[in-house]
């Protein structure tokens, strides 16, 4: 069965302090993996799609890496307004459809 | 460029009543996904449509059904609702070739 999992589920930080956040996946066909950042009560932004191991993307303070087994988010001298979930998804194409299986989430929070 | 946009924003409804959400894709988009998001947890798929037919379906009973119109947009249909269909109720847009979905806000459903 497809599954994601995203470590750690919370993670405080000083502003400043960079850190890494991981996505462990196990989807067979793999077509893509995403990554989103939620706001609370609000839909998911997207940040980065990632096709092939060792391909990297940026934005801002974020680069998201990927490996045959995994993702890491690296956050570099985050700033307050960095807090929020992210989460990560990994595209399973079946029967033509572009299902994401989601992981649970981790919970950022950058303190001033 | 308007993007993913979803009515009603929230929603209070009684146990065993029925409720329809509202959808419409980024401009261009033409496939539409529902996903389920409980409190805490990462979206779960409930499923696709493309072409006004249902592509795929995750693991949710035949009380949760949809539609998609010729001009894209897109319903999620509850029927009998139970206290755990409270959630937030995402729609996400994408092309048919592509892999990328972008969310909308969302619908917090509340049943009591």
């Known amino acids: 069965e497809d599954q994601v999992t995203q470590s750690p589920e919370a993670l405080r930080l000083q502003e400043g302090e960079s850190s890494s956040l991981n996505c462990s996946y196990t989807v067979s066909g793999l077509r893509g993996l995403f990554w989103y950042r939620q706001d609370p009560g609000k839909g998911p932004e997207f940040l980065f799609t990632?096709?092939?191991a060792g391909e990297e993307k940026e934005k801002e303070r974020l680069k998201a890496t990927l490996t045959k087994k995994e993702s890491f988010l690296h956050i570099t001298a985050p700033k307050p307004e960095d807090s929020a979930t992210y989460l990560c998804?990994?595209?399973?194409?079946?029967?033509?459809?572009?299902?994401?299986?989601f992981g649970q989430g981790t919970r950022l929070t950058i303190n001033p | 460029d308007a993007g993913v946009t979803q009515s009603p924003t929230h929603l209070i409804k009684t146990r065993g009543q029925q409720v329809t959400l509202r959808c419409s894709p980024k401009s261009g988009h033409d496939t539409v996904s529902w996903y389920q998001q409980a409190l805490g947890q990462g979206p779960q798929f409930i499923f696709q449509?493309?072409?006004?037919?249902?592509?795929q379906r995750g693991n949710f009973p035949d009380r949760f059904s949809g539609h998609q119109f010729p001009n894209y947009s897109s319903e999620l249909n509850v029927n009998a609702l139970l206290l755990g269909d409270s959630a937030l109720y995402l729609c996400?847009?994408?092309?048919?070739?592509?892999?990328?979905?972008?969310f909308g806000p969302g619908t917090r459903l509340t049943v009591t």
């Open positions: 449509y493309y072409e006004e037919e249902e592509r």
């Open positions: 990632l096709y092939s």
């Open positions: 998804a990994a595209s399973d194409p079946i029967q033509g459809a572009q299902k994401l299986v």
């Open positions: 996400a847009s994408s092309l048919a070739t592509g892999y990328e979905q972008y």
